[in-house]
């Protein structure tokens, strides 16, 4: 059986042309980019030169970006490396627990925390932003896309608001590098951002690689104490190979948006999306009617357990997840969901569909015939289901 991969959000395969560029800095040039002779300046020019990579995806200098070992680490750096006991910050009830357990940990250490509420659309709208900014507020921390919905953030007015107000403002962009462009230049969109999340696994790069933009003017102390590394913002002997691929993955990705590949792949979803809801009823898009992400679609399908449904999916060949992998295992409702105001049985009958410039047309049809059928079978079984029908 070939499977169907629907899961990008969890985390994507590497590309082939990524473990190629990846291949040698794991055999002959192994050296330690800190290591002055030969085989170090190799290895610190493959560094470099994946830096460049990044900082042209950015629009911004080599020097302001930092690696680090993925997405949590990024995030917890922005976080801790600018608050201090007495500052506030501000973030929002839908961010992922990257962001939301650093601020609880935070908070146990005398800094203050806001969160803002959402939309039902899982908007953070930019007049709660302004109403929530005090004057010791430094940082903050609102994502760019959500990894669930995929809904996207007014970013550029809500980091405009946070710098009026005298804040730093770092956004969590995990799930929107590589599926839109992202300039943090004077001239772009994301002008007013100062710290920037990037994933490397969740763009086709290794799993343990990541970035975390921080702005020249901003002054970051450093989580790790060790040597000097990343201009003594992250110590630690770089992991070469793995920035070598993200790099690499970055480029990939910077090709396929220069030639359209956002619109061909929000196309396929929004016909995965328009064939679920036309076949199989009690079900809607959560986080509809606003800018989300190419890939992503989260689905209800009202008296149906989507863990239920996903194994049964899984069991057809199809992964897919119900909420977020990262918290799977986990029985509590989705934290984005229910802050969108769903209840909590929605949003336990809610699947997310997250596609991928891999994902081809047939995989969405073979789709499209599996779930309504998987769906059915499970409401015909549901008690719940049952008593619905009958009062209706
Ligand atoms: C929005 C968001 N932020 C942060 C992370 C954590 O990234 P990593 O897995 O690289 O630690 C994830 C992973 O799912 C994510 O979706």
């Not at 980019?33 to 900082?55: N, P």
């Not at 980091?159 to 005298?166: E, L, N, Q, S, V």
């Not at 076949?279 to 689905?299: C, F, L, M």
Request: some cysteine; hydrophobic content about 40%; charged content about 20%.
């Amino acid at each position: 059986m070939q499977r169907i991969y629907l899961d990008a959000n969890a985390t994507t395969p590497l590309l082939p042309e990524v473990f190629e560029a990846m291949r040698p800095f794991y055999l002959e040039h192994f050296g330690n980019a800190s290591s002055i002779h030969q085989h170090g300046q190799e290895a610190r020019s493959a560094v470099d030169h994946a830096r460049d990579s990044i900082a042209r995806m950015l629009h911004c200098r080599p020097a302001e970006v930092v690696f680090t070992s993925g997405g949590t680490e990024s995030d917890n750096l922005a976080l801790f490396g600018v608050l201090a006991p007495g500052d506030h910050m501000i973030t929002s009830t839908i961010e992922h627990h990257a962001v939301l357990h650093a601020a609880h940990s935070l908070e146990s250490r005398g800094v203050e925390v806001t969160y803002l509420p959402v939309t039902s659309q899982g908007i953070v709208e930019p007049m709660t932003l302004l109403a929530a900014l005090k004057p010791n507020t430094k940082l903050v921390s609102i994502m760019y896309a959500n990894n669930e919905t995929g809904v996207i953030q007014p970013i550029d007015a809500l980091a405009g608001i946070a710098h009026a107000g005298g804040a730093l403002f770092h956004t969590d962009a995990v799930q929107t590098a590589g599926k839109l462009p992202l300039d943090v230049s004077p001239h772009g969109l994301l002008k007013d951002v100062d710290l920037l999340t990037i994933s490397g696994h969740k763009i086709f790069a290794p799993k343990g690689t990541g970035v975390l933009y921080v702005r020249r003017s901003v002054k970051l102390s450093p989580m790790f104490h060790g040597g000097s590394h990343e201009r003594q913002r992250r110590a630690g002997t770089e992991n070469v190979p793995g920035i070598v691929g993200l790099g690499k993955a970055v480029d990939v990705c910077g090709e396929w948006l220069k030639t359209d590949g956002a619109a061909k792949l929000a196309a396929l979803r929004d016909r995965l999306e328009a064939g679920i809801l036309t076949t199989v009823h009690g079900t809607g898009v959560n986080g509809a009617g606003v800018p989300r992400v190419a890939n992503t679609t989260s689905i209800y399908f009202d008296h149906v357990e989507a863990e239920a449904l996903l194994i049964a999916l899984d069991l057809k060949g199809i992964s897919v997840s119900g909420g977020s992998a990262c918290q799977s295992g986990a029985s509590e409702p989705s934290h984005v969901l229910t802050a969108m105001g769903l209840s909590p049985a929605r949003a336990r009958a809610t699947l997310r569909f997250s596609l991928s410039k891999l994902t081809t047309e047939a995989e969405i049809d073979e789709v499209l015939t599996i779930v309504p059928a998987a769906v059915m079978r499970l409401r015909e079984l549901s008690p719940a289901y049952k008593v619905a029908v009958a009062t209706t």
